[in-house]
């Protein structure tokens, strides 16, 4: 297996794909970045250039490494055309066929050696390999949004992932200056399975009147230090991922913690799916 990783294809290029594109390639990789329409490849590319943008007004990028992190990046609808990719990471929506999907298309496309890893905060890296030629080659890496500046990358290890596909990925998050930690393959790893719970409390105490949702998520900021309240990141990530995970760590867990409030169900029902929708526990037009 060829571990020498200098290519990197990104299968998604929604809020996570094109944060992963973004710190792959101002880590010095070359990048294709790829979804199925050029509107969505098109979306992605401006935002990375609005985050890069960005960084240079604050002083944290400098024009150079702006347009060197650019030209790292091309974007594609054609799978066709990820087919020299060392490093595959998956970013499709979290459902487990949907991935599965992805590897095998992967899988169809080269007989080249590479490393698939997928992007899921809580579907099991052992079912998503299932089936694949090379399921020691498949393995989670877990990234946290917004990529380009949260620190965490939750490497997952399946039942067959191998020793040297972990090492692999572990030195591509270390290069793209990313923290990572290694985890079993259990349902909802470390960060989904601590966070969700925490979550989801919030929303019960918010259904129960115990406060407001700023002043719920002001009790873990300030007394905890939590950089961010666990109603607001809820509004970030999607109330509609947030359930999708909760009732996937509920059935797979069994535990009662996991089931999902009323009020996340009704929530999501309405629309109300957070900042992408623009109400969920707050008004994003208000922020």
Not at 19 to 27: K, S
Not at 75 to 101: G, H, I, Q, S, Y
Not at 132 to 156: A, C, D, K, Y
Not at 203 to 216: T, W
Request: aromatic letters at 4%.
């Amino acid at each position: 297996m060829r571990l020498d990783i200098r290519t990197v294809a990104v299968l998604g290029a929604g809020t996570m794909g094109h944060g992963i594109a973004h710190v792959a390639a101002a880590a010095g990789f070359r990048v294709v970045l790829r979804d199925i329409s050029e509107e969505l490849v098109s979306k992605g590319r401006r935002a990375i250039e609005a985050n890069l943008s960005k960084g240079v007004e604050r002083g944290k990028v400098t024009e150079e490494e702006r347009e060197r992190t650019l030209a790292n990046i091309r974007t594609t609808t054609r799978l066709e055309e990820t087919a020299d990719a060392d490093l595959f990471v998956e970013a499709v929506p979290e459902r487990l066929e949907l991935k599965r999907e992805a590897l095998r298309a992967v899988e169809s496309l080269t007989d080249n050696p590479f490393v698939f890893a997928t992007n899921t905060s809580s579907l099991s890296i052992t079912e998503i390999a299932e089936g694949s030629r090379n399921p020691e080659r498949v393995t989670g890496m877990h990234f946290f949004n917004p990529v380009h500046i949260m620190r965490l990358v939750e490497i997952v290890v399946g039942r067959e992932t191998a020793r040297e596909t972990v090492e692999a990925v572990r030195a591509v998050a270390l290069r793209m200056k990313k923290e990572p930690i290694v985890v079993r393959d259990v349902p909802g790893f470390a960060s989904s399975r601590l966070g969700v719970a925490l979550g989801l409390e919030a929303m019960r105490m918010f259904e129960e009147g115990v406060a407001d949702a700023k002043d719920i998520d002001t009790a873990m900021e300030l007394g905890y230090n939590h950089p961010m309240g666990p109603l607001r990141l809820t509004d970030l990530v999607g109330l509609d991922v947030r359930l999708s995970i909760a009732e996937y760590l509920h059935a797979k867990l069994g535990a009662e913690r996991f089931r999902p409030p009323e009020i996340l169900r009704r929530m999501v029902a309405e629309g109300k799916l957070g900042k992408k929708s623009g109400e969920g526990f707050y008004k994003w037009s208000e922020q």
